[in-house]
Each structure stands twice: as C-alpha cells, then as structure tokens.
C-alpha cells in the first residue's frame, strides 16, 4: 500500500473513530433521559451531521403509507403540517428503502440513489423531499435485527450523494441507536405501569440505566442477554444489578422483582394480563 492511500486510510479510520465517540456522547446523554419523548428529538439534533446530512426524520413503528409515528425536525415542521394526505402517504411509503429492508434480513444503512439508481431522481418521493425539504438525497438508518414493523430513521441532503464514509458512519452509529430506541421503550413500559404522579424510581434513586436493567431482569432474562439489549457488557450489567440489590435491600433476583412489584417500579403480572387485548 502506497504512503498516499496509507494515509488516506489513516484520516478515514480517524473520522470514523471521531463520528462514534460524539455519537456515543449523544447515547450516553440520551440514556440519561427520563422522558421517552425526548430522547429521539435528542438525537436527531446531533445525527444528521455526522453522517453528512442536514435534516432527518425518524420512524418508530411501521413504514408503511397508512401508518406510523414520524418525527419530523421543527425547521421543516411547518411546511410538513401543509402536506395533504396523499403526500404524506408517500412519505411514509419510504421508497425505495421500505419494500428492500421487508424483503430480507439486511439492515445495512442504503442511499436512495444505490438503491434506486437513476430512477430516484425522477420519483415522485424525490419531487416532494426537494419541494419540502431541500434535499436532493436520502440515507436509510434502520434500526439493526428489527423484524416487523422495520424502525430508523432517514437522513437528507442537498447536492451530491451520500458518500461510502457517510454510509460507514451511520452502520458504526447502528447499535448506539439501538440502544437509545430500547432505552425509549422501556421507558414506555414504566410510564404505562406507574401512576401519572407517582416517580418511585426517584424515591429508590434508581438511575435511568438500572431502571432498564430492572425491567429486564423482571423479563427473566440472563446477564448476557440484558448486556445484548442494551448494548454494555455482562460486568456493567452485574454492577448495575448489584446496584439495584443495594438500592432496593434485596439479595436475589427473585425477591427485587417482587419489591420492584410492590413498590410499583415493574408492572406486577397480573397488570401486565389487564393491559392485554
């Protein structure tokens, strides 16, 4: 390998490098928030200059044209509240990534461009994201091992492409928006399962992060699969636990789950059944 291309190397491994330590800032911070509704918001403020975007809008359950939760960037928001139905049914269509990612397990981050080639340019999609947004080019970030419904979020920009660094960023910042997003639905779970102006995790000084250990240990899952949800370490997720053990005056798994119960932190069993269709 030639000094040049050594060293070309060198500053892309250095960017990327640099991309995942301000991402990782961005996860930490958000994993510190205690209300499920901003922690997307958050992240959408930092992500898209990272990845070389400028606007982004994030999907959090289906993308499909009748349905879905769209977050949509406060600068753009105005012009999206004047879209008439039809337009924001293309929006939520999510061509061309929608009908790719259903089609098999691949969740790797795709342009428009690579994905559609030259008939991107002439859709109707890219029409309305330049009419709306300005933007000439989109990146698909979908959440890694989701299934269906298919999550993320897209990234656009105006001018030329994403380029293959771009696309190398957002896979590195994959599992940090995992673990935000797992962090955002447990959050969910506590808030349906507590009353409106009751915070116990604040009376037992449980942080945001034991508080989701908490909720998977209620799961009956493993150290290992806990530290896979979340995206830490077995030896975190033990000293997270021990933690909660202290914090709780419990010895054992079995009897935390039963105080975190009582104590309204976890939903008990037969909540869980009453909430149930």
Not at 122 to 139: F, K
Request: hydrophobic fraction near 40%.
């Amino acid at each position: 390998m030639g000094t040049t291309a050594y060293a070309a190397d060198e500053r892309r491994w250095n960017v990327l490098g640099n991309v995942y330590e301000r991402g990782l800032s961005v996860a930490v911070a958000a994993l510190h928030e205690r209300d499920p509704e901003r922690l997307w918001p958050l992240v959408a403020s930092a992500l898209p200059e990272l990845c070389g975007g400028e606007n982004l809008i994030y999907k959090l359950d289906d993308w499909n044209e009748a349905e879905g939760t769209v977050g949509i960037p406060s600068e753009v928001a105005a012009a999206f509240a004047r879209l008439g139905d039809e337009d924001l049914a293309l929006l939520r269509a999510g061509y061309p990534f929608a009908r790719h990612y259903a089609a098999g397990p691949d969740r790797a981050p795709l342009t428009a461009r690579r994905r559609a080639g030259r008939a991107w340019s002439s859709s109707p999609t890219a029409r309305l994201i330049g009419e709306v947004m300005g933007a000439d080019h989109v990146l698909a970030i979908p959440l890694p091992r989701t299934t269906a419904p298919i999550t993320g979020c897209m990234i656009y920009r105006s001018g030329r492409d994403f380029t293959d660094d771009h696309v190398r960023a957002a896979q590195k910042l994959q599992p940090l928006l995992a673990a935000v997003e797992q962090q955002r639905q447990l959050l969910e779970r506590l808030r349906r399962s507590a009353e409106p102006s009751v915070d116990p995790a604040a009376d037992c000084a449980l942080t945001p992060r034991e508080l989701s250990v908490l909720l998977l240990l209620t799961d009956a899952l493993t150290a290992a699969a806990i530290g896979r949800r979340l995206g830490i370490s077995d030896r975190t997720v033990h000293k997270h636990v021990e933690n909660i053990y202290r914090k709780l005056g419990t010895r054992d798994r079995i009897s935390t789950v039963l105080r975190a119960q009582r104590l309204g932190l976890v939903p008990t069993p037969s909540a869980t059944a009453r909430s149930q269709p």
